[in-house]
């Protein structure tokens, strides 16, 4: 059995999918699988694939449908995987070559559920590294996670339990995915590396804002049900209510800014108003933004009904 299986969807990527695969396949980590899921990619991706499965055939598994999205492939090749841990990565990223080696190592350890490791965002002109908060807990783990699947090593026997997937056709998959799976880890250590190198191209989802980008109201939204439907609601009620205010009035707030139809933009920025103050009518008392004190909690304190569409202004000018 694999100690390690790596989910790679791949969906018209040929500029950067060799390096990636390169990265693989060269792991410290000799008993892992690659998991490569052709998402009907358009390209000549299939061909570097079909290059590397000549060449290493006993560590590539190679899955192919039509395509259906990022979090459709990802779904897709869980059930295939072998290894104890699943690890997911982006086919325009890559990673350091002790990277699951290490991960698995930390896992076995200290009996890990999960294992988080740091990464790198490089821009065409600039690196910036992103080092992640150590967090002790579920509930810490609400507040502080970075809700992005590709840094983290995850027990399998988890995922098959839970039958949690990634949401197919909406952007934000791995908001939904993270904070679904929180109630049910046990144990999550951190490595303290920066091991995975996070491309940012221009034309990515996460760079273009549009009309999908409320559909984060949708996921949060699944988030809230999932923790309600499984009682966990109660337990996590003051967690989700902060990462809900959070994500409206910080993150996502930002990507409204940058939407450049007007109207659109218009309506997006008096909808997250609005659902805030539906769901969360009592936000401005949550106790963990109320204890907090960083500088964006700070700003989260100050915003009201008045302060909002300032701020709105100040952030789409940033």
């Not at 339990?161 to 880890?185: C, M, N, S």
């Not at 046990?186 to 559909?215: A, C, D, M």
């Not at 989700?240 to 409206?248: C, P, W």
Request: contains cysteine.
């Amino acid at each position: 059995m694999p100690e390690v299986s790596v989910i790679v969807p791949v969906y018209n990527v040929e500029k950067y999918l060799e390096r990636c695969l390169n990265s693989l396949v060269n792991q410290t980590l000799e008993n892992i699988e690659i998991i490569i899921v052709n998402d009907g990619t358009k390209d000549n991706s299939e061909e570097i694939i079909k290059k590397f499965m000549e060449k290493y055939p006993q560590k590539i598994v190679y899955l192919k449908k039509e395509n259906g999205g990022l979090s459709d492939a990802r779904n897709f090749g869980i059930p295939y995987a072998k290894g104890e841990y699943i690890a997911f990565l982006d086919s325009d990223d890559y990673v350091e070559k002790d990277i699951y080696k290490e991960m698995y190592e930390l896992a076995k350890k200290e009996n890990s559920d999960m294992v988080e490791c740091d990464f790198l965002w490089e821009y065409p002109n600039k690196v910036r590294e992103d080092i992640g908060q150590v967090y002790n807990g579920k509930k810490a783990m609400l507040e502080k996670v970075r809700v992005v699947a590709w840094n983290k090593l995850i027990r399998k026997s988890i995922l098959e339990k839970t039958q949690i997937q990634f949401p197919k056709g909406l952007r934000y998959e791995d908001v939904e995915f993270t904070y679904k799976l929180i109630p049910h880890l046990n144990k999550v250590s951190f490595l303290k590396k920066t091991y995975i190198h996070y491309i940012q191209r221009e034309n990515s989802i996460i760079n273009v804002q549009n009309e999908r980008t409320k559909e984060i109201f949708t996921v949060l939204d699944n988030v809230i049900d999932y923790y309600k439907e499984n009682n966990f609601y109660e337990e996590y009620k003051d967690e989700l209510e902060y990462v809900y205010t959070r994500y409206l009035l910080c993150s996502s707030l930002l990507r409204m800014v940058k939407i450049q139809d007007k109207e659109i933009r218009k309506n997006m920025l008096k909808i997250t108003w609005e659902n805030l103050n539906t769901k969360f009518p009592n936000w401005k008392k949550n106790k963990i933004l109320k204890r907090n004190k960083t500088l964006k909690d700070k700003y989260m304190k100050s915003v009201n009904k008045f302060t909002y569409k300032i701020y709105c202004t100040i952030l789409r000018g940033i």
